[in-house]
Every structure is written in structure tokens, then in C-alpha cells.
């Protein structure tokens, strides 16, 4: 892959004289809310540049960790995320012991050094949520991004190469930073943690139940945002077939989701990566 620079040209798809002014980031970012279509649209006839995919990423993992430290330092919410990151812990740890992995003091004495750690946030967790939002956001980022890519170039034939989708998908930022920012507001005003803004976030329903999972595949924001990504990827791909694109996009967002889904309730461990 190629090295980035942040204000560079990725690449000239603009090569037919076109008179057309080039938006300004600002314009585009208004437009992935106002009109997706045309935005994506005017990006794709100039060259792809690095700043409109990492500036509203690097914005999305900064309110990420801004709004988990107002989470964490309110101490109802702070208590009630630990007394659920502990039930599933519990749950976990007892299933060890049953299968005799574990004995049930070695169990208690893990259990209660977590607790303490998860009670006292303090400056060492604060480090470790920021490395960890960016490092594993980022990672996570660079691979939906690949899976939309081999989709996009080799099932749909698009024209367009990785750089498309890292803007088609990073310009998204900027819908979900919304979400995490009405998500929190509410989770202040509900007195408890939202991690989306899904109908299942809102009855607090236990995602590792399949209704929870259809439940949390509910969400206004959420499909809002896929839609645009979906109208971002066909048009930064050339294409003029959005359903196909959507199908994709929305595929790969529930069938990856349900298939996630039976991961982590197999293997009870991964269910803190669900939330």
C-alpha cells in the first residue's frame, strides 16, 4: 500500500478538462449530509486526497474518547458499566472452572484485581482507552475497508482502487460522530450506558440474545449511514448501480453481524468485543 501524505494526490480521475471548482472539505462534509450523491459524485472527478478520509477519522476516534471519559466520570454510569463488564467476566470465569481450567480461588483473586482496576479510572486507563480507540480503530478501519475493496473492484467490477473506499467510508465518520455524540447525551439522560442508538440500546436488551441482535440492527443513524456509504462506494466506484453497492454494504452488516454474533456465543470470551 502506498505511503500517505495527508494533503497529497492520491490519484487523477479527473482527466477530461472538467471546469468544475473542487469542493472544499468543509463543502464536502456538509454535502455527505445534505447530498451524498452529488458529493461523492464532484470527489471522484478530481484527485483523492488523503485528508478527506483521515480528518473525519481521526474526529470520530477523538469524540470516541472525549465522550468515554464524560461516560466514565459520572459515577452512576461508571458503576453500571463495570457491574456489567464483570457480569460477563463472572460468567466466563465460572465456566473455566466448571471445566476445571481455573480453580475458584484462582477465579475470585482475578475477579476482584479487575474490579479494583475497572473502579479506580484513573490516568494509566485514560492511556490505554486512547491508544486503544485510535490503534484498534484504525485497524478495524483499514479491514472493513478492504472487505468493501474486494467487493467493489472484483464482484462489482467497480472503477476505483482502495483510496475510493477509504473516502467513501472515512467521509461516513462524520454521520457516526453524530450518533456517538447523541448516544451519550442520551446515555446522561437515561442514567445508563448507550452504545448506540439502536431500539436495543433503548430497552437495554441483551445483545447476546438473537432478539437483541435483531434489536440492535434497528437503528435509524445506522442505516442512515450505510445508506450514504453505499451511495459513496457506487459513486466513487463509477458506478450507477447503488443497489448493488447497498446490497453489499448492508450484507456485510448483517450477515457479518449474525455470523459475529454466533462467534462470540460460542466462544463466551469474545463477547466483551460486542459490548
Known amino acids: 500500500m502506498d505511503t500517505f501524505e495527508p ?34 459524485e464532484s470527489i471522484s472527478r478530481f484527485p483523492l486526497r488523503t485528508i478527506d478520509w483521515i480528518l473525519p477519522v481521526v474526529i470520530l476516534f477523538a ?17 453500571q458499566i463495570v457491574e456489567k463488564q464483570m457480569s460477563k467476566m463472572q460468567q ?17 483473586q482475578q475477579l476482584s484485581s479487575i474490579q479494583d482496576r475497572m473502579q479506580n479510572y484513573g490516568p494509566v486507563q485514560m492511556i490505554f482507552t486512547v491508544v486503544g480507540v485510535f490503534i484498534g480503530g484504525f485497524i478495524v478501519f483499514f479491514i472493513m475497508c478492504g472487505i468493501y475493496y474486494l467487493f467493489a473492484k472484483f464482484v462489482l467490477k467497480g472503477e476505483g482502487d482502495y483510496n475510493s473506499v477509504l473516502i467513501a467510508s472515512g467521509m461516513v465518520s462524520y454521520i457516526v460522530v453524530i450518533q456517538i455524540i447523541l448516544s451519550t447525551i442520551l446515555a446522561f439522560l437515561f442514567g ?74 460460542a466462544v463466551p470470551f469474545l463477547g466483551f468485543f460486542r459490548g
Request: no cysteine; aromatic share 12%; glycine share 8%.
Open 7 to 40: 494533503t497529497g494526490e492520491q490519484s487523477s480521475p479527473n482527466t477530461e478538462g472538467n471546469s468544475e471548482a473542487e469542493l472544499s472539505h468543509s463543502d464536502k462534509m456538509i454535502g455527505i449530509f445534505s447530498e451524498p450523491a452529488k458529493t461523492y
Open 63 to 79: 469524540v470516541i474518547v472525549v465522550t468515554q471519559f464524560l461516560l466514565m466520570s459520572n459515577k452512576e454510569i461508571h458503576f
Open 92 to 108: 466466563n470465569f465460572d465456566k473455566m472452572v466448571a471445566e476445571g481450567k481455573i480453580s475458584r480461588d484462582q477465579a475470585d
Open 192 to 265: 445508563r450506558m448507550l452504545g448506540d442508538t439502536s431500539v436495543a440500546a433503548f430497552l437495554d436488551s441483551d445483545r447476546a440474545t438473537f432478539i437483541g441482535f435483531i434489536l440492535s440492527k434497528l437503528d435509524v443513524v445506522s442505516i442512515w449511514a450505510y445508506i450514504v456509504l453505499a451511495i459513496g462506494l457506487a459513486k466513487m466506484f463509477k458506478s450507477k448501480n447503488t443497489g448493488a453497492y447497498a446490497a453489499v454494504v448492508f450484507g456485510i452488516w448483517i450477515i457479518g453481524g449474525f455470523l459475529l454474533f454466533l462467534l462470540t456465543n
